[in-house]
């Protein structure tokens, strides 16, 4: 059974920082397209980053570029999201998620990937 699960949400200040994983079972990430969403209450689920399988493409969106970074660790077959000056509306339940599209090469925020995580919670707040 294809499982993802992601952990490292909480809460956090703003300015401050966390780290979200993405762990997987039941297949081995690397040959698969990772991506991360979020979404906050009221709002539509937004996509904010994405890595292809053999890390030669990453996107950001608007919103994260240049305080989140995406990163994978193939041996432990997960997947990191590095989230720096967190902000309160970055506050939001977020999900990571996988699909083999892309042969290995590509990955888009635009994709609907195919398995998904529970979601963990971030909270900005002070």
């Known amino acids: 059974q294809l499982q993802l699960v992601e952990s490292g949400g909480g809460l956090v200040q703003p300015g401050g920082s966390l780290r979200l994983s993405c762990a997987a079972s039941?297949?081995?990430?690397?040959?698969?397209?990772i991506g991360w969403f979020r979404q906050a209450p009221g709002k539509e689920r937004e996509a904010i980053s994405c890595?292809?399988?053999?890390?030669?493409?990453?996107y950001y969106g608007v919103p994260v570029k240049g305080r989140f970074t995406i990163s994978r660790d193939n041996a432990k077959n997960t997947v990191y999201l590095q989230m720096n000056s967190l902000k309160p509306e970055d506050t939001a339940v977020y999900y990571c998620a996988a699909d083999s599209k892309g042969s290995g090469w590509y990955c888009s925020l635009n994709w609907e990937y195919s398995y998904w995580g529970q979601g963990t919670q971030v909270t900005v707040s002070s």
């Open positions: 890595i292809s399988s053999n890390n030669g493409t990453i």
């Open positions: 039941g297949f081995t990430l690397d040959s698969y397209a």
